[in-house]
């Protein structure tokens, strides 16, 4: 990263990787300029300078956005390949702060697809400051729900996900699949890729998504690939026989 500037609870700084974003059958934005601010504390959003976006295919509304730190973003529908979608775009024509000056903010949802180089990246942008290790262990994993041993294992992959508690998947032999059935529920992860779940059937009673694996995860989270995972937030985590505490995380 070439530059960092903080303004308020704010942080914003140069992104050294090409972004381009897909709408429509049209290559909306293609830039080497980005800037990455971080306007909630988890992960940055992508600002994109004017230059590198096609402007042709915005059209402007009456809205505006106000942002306390960013102030005023004239807000713009995208229109391409016969659909638009409405308010997608604040363009900060003049800014309260001016590196981002002629700079434009997308909602991630509303487009097709985004690109950072030649890979497609979901949900949000990689935080370059969020590291993924997985690492094989023997470490006794058991994991207990209201006296019930649903997994047993000496042979876990532990995941350490930054700002996260450490993830145990443990491999589907060690695991009471008797007591899971598959969901219909997907989510992404920009490290790890698609996750699916399964509801736990336990004494009558359903938990739905009460575990997750990925299939087929991306490359540098690929140790994981057909292991489960349970959240250590609503279960009993045994590790080598010590009981973990129940950690607070937004999945609590």
């Not at 009456?62 to 960013?70: F, K, P, Y």
Request: glycine letters at 6%.
């Amino acid at each position: 990263m070439a530059t960092e500037t903080s303004r308020g609870r704010g942080r914003i700084e140069d992104g050294g990787k090409r972004v381009r974003i897909l709408f429509g059958g049209e290559w909306l934005a293609d830039s080497r300029r980005v800037k990455l601010v971080w306007e909630r504390p988890y992960y940055p959003t992508y600002y994109l300078p004017a230059d590198d976006v096609r402007t042709d295919l915005l059209v402007a509304t009456d809205e505006t956005h106000h942002s306390a730190s960013r102030g005023d973003a004239a807000v713009h529908t995208v229109k391409a390949g016969g659909r638009e979608a409405v308010g997608a775009v604040s363009w900060y024509e003049v800014s309260e702060i001016e590196e981002l000056n002629e700079h434009l903010r997308f909602e991630w949802d509303a487009m097709d697809a985004w690109f950072e180089e030649d890979e497609q990246v979901y949900v949000h942008p990689r935080d370059p400051y969020t590291r993924i290790d997985v690492l094989q262990s023997s470490r006794h994993v058991r994991v207990e729900l209201d006296g019930v041993t649903l997994a047993d294992s000496h042979q876990p992959r532990l995941l350490f996900e930054t700002g996260l508690p450490t993830r145990y998947y443990l491999p589907k032999t060690d695991v009471r699949m008797d007591l899971l059935r598959p969901s219909d529920s997907h989510s992404q992860c920009p490290y790890k890729g698609e996750a699916s779940y399964y509801d736990l059937v336990l004494d009558g009673e359903t938990y739905d998504d009460f575990v997750w694996w990925y299939p087929t995860p991306h490359l540098e989270s690929v140790g994981i690939a057909g292991y489960v995972s349970f959240y250590n937030e609503k279960v009993d985590l045994y590790v080598d026989g010590e009981l973990e505490a129940r950690p607070r995380s937004p999945f609590s």
